[in-house]
């Protein structure tokens, strides 16, 4: 079964920090870029931050030095590790795994909520 499922989203003051995590089944995690999306309320799905198969990361500009996403190929696991968070940063954070190298869709996880506010 092809399943990415999140958890670690909730609610955190501005400058706290959070970490999300992704947990992979049924895919060539090896084999797939991996990485998060959001969406806030009323704006558009954007990429936060994507790692290759070869460990190549980038970030969204308003996330850098403050966000990492790392990953565990042994445990097929993504995380975002997310740090000084501000309310701008309050939106629903999708875990995806880009399979384009393996000539396959991308899956989506179902999201998980994260506000930030005081």
């Known amino acids: 079964q092809v399943q990415l499922v999140e958890s670690g989203g909730g609610l955190v003051q501005p400058g706290g920090s959070l970490g999300l995590s992704c947990a992979a089944s049924g895919i060539m995690f090896r084999n797939s870029h991996m990485g998060w999306y959001r969406q806030a309320p009323g704006k558009q799905r954007e990429l936060v931050a994507r790692?290759?198969?070869?460990?190549?990361?980038t970030y969204i500009d308003s996330v850098k030095d403050r966000f990492t996403i790392s990953r565990d190929n042994a445990k097929n696991l993504v995380f975002l590790q997310m740090n000084n968070l501000k309310p701008e940063d309050t939106a629903i954070y999708y875990c995806?795994?880009?399979?384009?190298?393996?000539?396959?869709?991308?899956?989506w996880g179902q999201g998980t909520q994260v506000t930030v506010s005081s």
């Open positions: 790692i290759t198969r070869d460990d190549s990361i």
């Open positions: 995806f795994a880009d399979r384009s190298a393996l000539g396959l869709s991308t899956v």
